[in-house]
């Protein structure tokens, strides 16, 4: 089961930097999702993996063998990398059975007749499409056709399987089932996933690593719980989370090395924290989780509800904190808070994060309002 | 046409063989071929079925070497010796179109629905032709010069000489343009092209009947593809879709001789129209509506409702939205509506040459009078007056607008 390493990676469309120096270390096994929002690069950095597209500049090595590289002019053929592609349209072939589908990746490799029937089969099984065999591509749901494309890719044992949004096409309920079910084929196969998507829900919970980039940089390459607890930077922190981070700005003025207080308007507060806060605070963002704005009965700041929204299961409140801030806030449970009720919140300790000037993170930390 | 099936082909379709590894061989044979077959075969039909209603190559052609087709027939019976045989043939050759037709609709409506499979098509992939590229661009230069430049050439020599065949200095002459009598080199003192009254009668009749029809093929295209696309997916709107097609499908002269049989006598309140000019702008409306109507239904399908509701929401009425909104957004393909049927008929022989009588000859049935007169100088002459207006009218039209012709059939 091999890594896939891409070093410095560049991908230019005439004077447009669709890809900019990218660094990835995708180890053996893992289950990474590029993560973005539309037109950041992850169809291109995908498709220079399977080497559809060629980089500008830069190296590719899938199982510690350079694939590509702009400086040795090395440019291995896609089918000698050993990878499968599953497309957001699914491709398959419109003049062929699902059978057929299935078998000709097999057929190319001079498989036997008899180890070809043995594997379309198995992979029909695996992929719940046993009804269909004889069935032409234009004859299924949109479900069933991806789980055709799914298997077409299976077929031939790739090590690494990369997946360019292949549920987008595919209604909500159907998209869930499909998730649970690449989870599990990632662990049957054992071999490396690269997926992309656009919706830090499914890179959330499909990945072990998520790499998240903004027009062509990478902005955060870590596990899921990290890029939700620990964002390098806003983008991140505002990209991932539903609802969103509230992030607020102040202006900070250093007390000691683990301490400081805030200005907004004439809101104050004390954030302390663990680590050593930056030396020059000046204009500072602070961010804390929907989840992280607990409500209270006293010692909390006092703010207005402007909306609520309770869906069963969770609620989400609207507030609004003086005359300039909203925040979004997620309990557990429905209660119901008419608008304009006024309420406290406090946010929960070690929770709340701080951003330097440049938007980077800085430390995590507790406030107090005073 | 099938450069556009390969170019909207799904390049994904390919990359997925290409990532399992299929040979170059195997993948012409097992995915580009069959994936683009229908399409091609489909192109195939039409235009057999097209060569097979033509009229006018094989009656330049053919006349010399007594190569007759079935239109020849038909034009020699209707326009005398045997009309009710005429009607016979007319009626043959609508079976065979429609049964082109019919078996064009079975290729393509086959269980290997060959649209619904892609989303969207995405990347398109060039081919990189590395060395081969000049000389295959040279090679296509070269079949481009000899298919649409040498013809004119020829056409412009070949109104030039006395004798036909002589092609020395002196042998040239501009007399079939400008002379005043050329009684001596051909015939009945015809006066040179340029001063001849029969050729600017000719030249203003196809004018205004290009025009016309243009306008009224036009407007009734646009507004046809418009309710067609609007009323998309009720019964009635698959219907008119059909039977909007169909004239396209006629052959024209068998379409002709439809309107003969129709309009040659007196009915009820409809006085007889052979010879008058209305029949002949009639025909070629009905003729032509196709071709606008196709441009139409493209340019609606590319608009989005939206655009059209979100004006309607706010109170514009119908025939506001149509001239401030829908035309001015596809202004090109709403142009090419009436470019089409202007240059087709322009260029129209076999629909009209039944129904036109001296009187009302246009440029194209004038053209037929002097070949089959057998005077070669005047009929290339002519056939080259044709072609200048049309690509004149082509690139005025182009220049203006930046419509062309080749984006409405494109669509
Ligand atoms: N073949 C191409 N030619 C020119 N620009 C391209 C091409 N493919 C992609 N791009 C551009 O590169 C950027 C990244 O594209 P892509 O990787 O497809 O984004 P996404 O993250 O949505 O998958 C986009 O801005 C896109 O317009
Ligand atoms: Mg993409």
Same mark, same amino acid.
């Given at each position: 089961?091999?890594?896939?390493?891409?070093?410095?990676?560049?991908?230019? +469309?005439?004077?447009?930097?669709?890809?900019?120096?990218?660094?990835?270390?995708?180890?053996?096994?893992?289950?990474?999702?590029?993560?973005?929002?539309?037109?950041?690069?992850?169809?291109?950095?995908?498709?220079?993996?399977?080497?559809?597209?060629?980089?500008?500049?830069?190296?590719? $090595?899938?199982?510690?063998?350079?694939?590509?590289?702009?400086?040795?002019?090395?440019?291995?053929?896609?089918?000698?990398?050993?990878?499968?592609? $599953?497309?957001?349209?699914?491709?398959?072939?419109?003049?062929?059975?699902?059978?057929?589908?299935?078998?000709?990746? $097999?057929?190319?490799?001079?498989?036997?007749?008899?180890?070809?029937?043995?594997?379309? =089969?198995?992979?029909?099984?695996?992929?719940?499409?046993?009804? +269909?065999?004889?069935?032409?591509?234009?004859?299924?749901?949109?479900?069933?056709?991806?789980?055709?494309?799914?298997?077409?890719?299976?077929?031939?044992?790739?090590?690494?399987?990369?997946?360019?949004?292949?549920?987008?096409?595919?209604?909500?309920?159907?998209?869930?089932?499909?998730?649970?079910?690449?989870?599990?084929?990632?662990?049957?196969?054992?071999?490396?996933? %690269?997926? %992309?998507?656009?919706?830090?829900?499914?890179?959330?919970?499909?990945?072990?690593?998520?790499?998240?980039?903004?027009?062509?940089?990478?902005?955060?390459?870590?596990?899921?719980?990290?890029?939700?607890?620990?964002?390098?930077?806003?983008?991140?922190?505002?990209?991932?989370?539903?609802?969103?981070?509230?992030?607020?700005?102040?202006?900070?003025?250093? =007390?000691?090395?683990?301490?400081?207080?805030?200005?907004?308007?004439?809101?104050?507060?004390?954030?302390?924290?663990?680590?050593?806060?930056?030396?020059?605070?000046?204009?500072?963002?602070?961010?804390?989780?929907?989840?992280?704005?607990?409500?209270?009965?006293?010692?909390?700041?006092?703010?207005? %509800?402007?909306?609520?929204?309770?869906?069963?299961?969770?609620?989400?409140?609207?507030?609004?904190?003086?005359?300039?801030?909203?925040?979004?806030?997620?309990?557990?449970?429905?209660?119901?808070?008419?608008?304009?009720?006024?309420?406290?919140?406090?946010?929960?300790?070690?929770?709340?994060?701080? +951003?330097?000037?440049?938007?980077?993170?800085?430390?995590?930390?507790? %406030?107090?309002?005073? | 046409?099938?450069?556009?099936?390969?170019?909207? @082909?799904?390049?994904?379709?390919?990359?997925?063989?290409?990532?399992?590894?299929?040979?170059?061989?195997?993948?012409?044979?097992?995915?580009?071929?069959?994936?683009?077959?229908? #399409?091609?075969?489909?192109?195939?039909?039409?235009?057999?079925?097209?060569?097979?209603?033509?009229?006018?190559?094989?009656?330049?052609?053919?006349?010399? *070497?007594?190569?007759?087709?079935?239109?020849?027939?038909?034009?020699?019976?209707?326009?005398? *010796?045997?009309?009710?045989?005429?009607?016979?043939?007319?009626?043959?050759?609508?079976?065979? !179109? *429609?049964?082109?037709?019919?078996?064009?609709?079975?290729?393509?409506?086959?269980?290997?629905?060959?649209?619904?499979?892609?989303?969207?098509?995405?990347?398109?992939?060039?081919?990189?032709?590395?060395?081969?590229?000049?000389?295959?661009?040279?090679?296509?230069?070269?079949?481009?010069?000899?298919? !649409?430049?040498?013809?004119?050439?020829?056409?412009?020599?070949?109104?030039?000489?006395?004798?036909?065949?002589?092609?020395?200095?002196?042998?040239?002459?501009?007399?079939? /343009?400008?002379?005043?009598?050329?009684?001596?080199?051909?015939?009945?003192?015809?006066?040179?092209?340029?001063?001849?009254?029969?050729?600017?009668?000719?030249?203003?009749?196809?004018?205004?009947?290009?025009?016309?029809?243009?306008?009224?093929?036009?407007?009734?295209?646009?507004?046809?593809?418009?309710?067609?696309?609007?009323?998309?997916?009720?019964?009635?709107?698959?219907? *008119?879709?059909?039977? #909007?097609?169909?004239?396209?499908?006629?052959? @024209?002269?068998?379409?002709?001789?439809?309107?003969?049989?129709?309009?040659?006598?007196?009915?009820?309140?409809?006085?007889?129209?052979?010879?008058?000019?209305?029949?002949?702008?009639?025909?070629?409306?009905?003729?032509?509506?196709?071709?606008?109507?196709?441009?139409?239904?493209?340019?609606?399908?590319?608009?989005?409702?939206?655009?059209?509701?979100?004006?309607?929401?706010?109170?514009?009425?119908?025939?506001?939205?149509?001239?401030?909104?829908?035309?001015?957004?596809?202004?090109?393909?709403?142009?090419?509506?009436?470019?089409?049927?202007?240059?087709?008929?322009?260029?129209?022989?076999?629909?009209?040459?039944?129904?036109?009588?001296?009187?009302?000859?246009?440029?194209?049935?004038?053209?037929?009078?002097?070949?089959?007169?057998?005077?070669?100088?005047?009929?290339?002459?002519?056939?080259?007056?044709?072609?200048?207006?049309?690509?004149?009218?082509? /690139?005025?039209?182009?220049?203006?607008?930046?419509?062309?012709?080749?984006?409405?059939?494109?669509?």
């Amino acid at each position: 089961m091999p890594r896939i390493e891409l070093r410095n990676i560049t991908k230019k +469309f005439g004077d447009f930097v669709a890809v900019d120096n990218l660094t990835l270390d995708i180890k053996d096994g893992d289950f990474i999702t590029l993560l973005g929002p539309s037109g950041c690069g992850k169809t291109t950095t995908l498709r220079q993996i399977a080497g559809l597209e060629m980089p500008t500049s830069g190296e590719i $090595l899938i199982d510690g063998k350079v694939v590509f590289s702009s400086d040795k002019s090395i440019d291995v053929a896609p089918k000698d990398r050993g990878v499968g592609f $599953l497309f957001q349209n699914y491709a398959l072939w419109p003049h062929m059975t699902v059978y057929r589908n299935i078998a000709f990746g $097999l057929e190319n490799l001079k498989w036997k007749k008899d180890d070809i029937d043995r594997r379309v =089969k198995e992979l029909l099984k695996l992929l719940k499409i046993e009804e +269909f065999p004889d069935r032409y591509p234009a004859e299924l749901s949109g479900g069933q056709q991806q789980r055709v494309a799914i298997a077409r890719t299976l077929a031939t044992n790739p090590r690494v399987l990369l997946m360019d949004e292949p549920l987008s096409n595919l209604d909500a309920k159907l998209r869930m089932e499909m998730r649970a079910e690449l989870k599990r084929l990632h662990h049957e196969t054992g071999a490396t996933f %690269v997926y %992309v998507t656009h919706d830090q829900l499914e890179a959330m919970t499909l990945a072990t690593k998520i790499c998240l980039l903004d027009r062509g940089y990478l902005q955060q390459y870590d596990p899921p719980l990290t890029v939700y607890n620990r964002p390098r930077n806003t983008f991140v922190a505002d990209f991932v989370g539903n609802p969103t981070m509230n992030l607020i700005s102040f202006s900070g003025e250093r =007390k000691d090395d683990h301490s400081c207080i805030l200005h907004h308007k004439d809101m104050r507060l004390q954030f302390t924290s663990q680590d050593v806060l930056p030396e020059d605070l000046g204009k500072v963002t602070i961010g804390v989780r929907p989840e992280n704005v607990l409500v209270t009965e006293n010692g909390g700041i006092k703010v207005k %509800v402007d909306t609520s929204l309770p869906s069963g299961m969770e609620t989400i409140l609207n507030l609004r904190l003086g005359d300039d801030v909203m925040l979004s806030c997620v309990m557990i449970g429905s209660v119901d808070y008419p608008s304009d009720s006024e309420i406290e919140v406090v946010f929960k300790d070690v929770q709340v994060l701080m +951003f330097d000037g440049e938007g980077n993170f800085a430390a995590p930390g507790s %406030v107090k309002f005073i | 046409m099938i450069g556009g099936i390969l170019r909207n @082909a799904d390049a994904n379709l390919e990359e997925a063989a290409q990532l399992l590894g299929t040979t170059r061989r195997r993948m012409l044979f097992k995915i580009t071929i069959p994936m683009i077959m229908p #399409a091609v075969l489909s192109t195939f039909l039409l235009v057999f079925s097209s060569a097979m209603s033509s009229f006018a190559v094989p009656s330049f052609l053919g006349l010399p *070497v007594r190569y007759q087709v079935l239109t020849m027939q038909l034009y020699r019976t209707m326009d005398g *010796v045997a009309p009710g045989q005429g009607f016979a043939m007319a009626l043959i050759m609508i079976l065979i !179109s *429609v049964g082109i037709l019919a078996f064009n609709q079975r290729v393509i409506g086959t269980r290997k629905n060959y649209t619904t499979v892609t989303g969207k098509s995405s990347q398109i992939a060039l081919v990189n032709l590395k060395r081969g590229r000049t000389p295959i661009s040279c090679i296509l230069v070269f079949l481009i010069i000899m298919v !649409s430049l040498f013809p004119l050439v020829t056409f412009a020599l070949e109104s030039l000489i006395k004798v036909p065949g002589d092609y020395s200095l002196s042998n040239l002459t501009l007399s079939f /343009w400008i002379g005043r009598d050329n009684g001596a080199v051909i015939t009945s003192g015809e006066p040179g092209l340029l001063l001849n009254p029969a050729l600017w009668k000719a030249l203003w009749n196809s004018i205004k009947l290009s025009v016309t029809c243009a306008l009224s093929a036009g407007t009734l295209g646009f507004l046809v593809g418009y309710g067609i696309v609007r009323g998309k997916g009720t019964r009635i709107s698959k219907i *008119v879709d059909s039977l #909007a097609f169909f004239p396209y499908l006629m052959p @024209a002269m068998a379409f002709s001789a439809i309107y003969l049989s129709m309009f040659s006598v007196r009915r009820f309140l409809i006085p007889s129209l052979y010879g008058t000019f209305f029949i002949l702008a009639l025909i070629g409306t009905v003729k032509y509506m196709p071709f606008a109507s196709r441009s139409g239904i493209n340019s609606m399908m590319q608009l989005s409702n939206q655009i059209e509701e979100a004006g309607e929401i706010i109170g514009i009425g119908w025939f506001k939205r149509m001239t401030r909104l829908v035309i001015p957004i596809q202004k090109s393909s709403f142009v090419s509506g009436y470019l089409l049927p202007f240059i087709s008929c322009m260029r129209e022989l076999s629909l009209f040459v039944l129904l036109c009588t001296p009187q009302n000859r246009v440029l194209t049935t004038l053209l037929y009078y002097y070949n089959e007169k057998g005077w070669s100088q005047y009929s290339n002459g002519l056939n080259l007056l044709i072609v200048i207006i049309v690509i004149f009218v082509n /690139w005025l039209v182009n220049k203006t607008t930046g419509a062309s012709i080749d984006k409405g059939i494109g669509g």
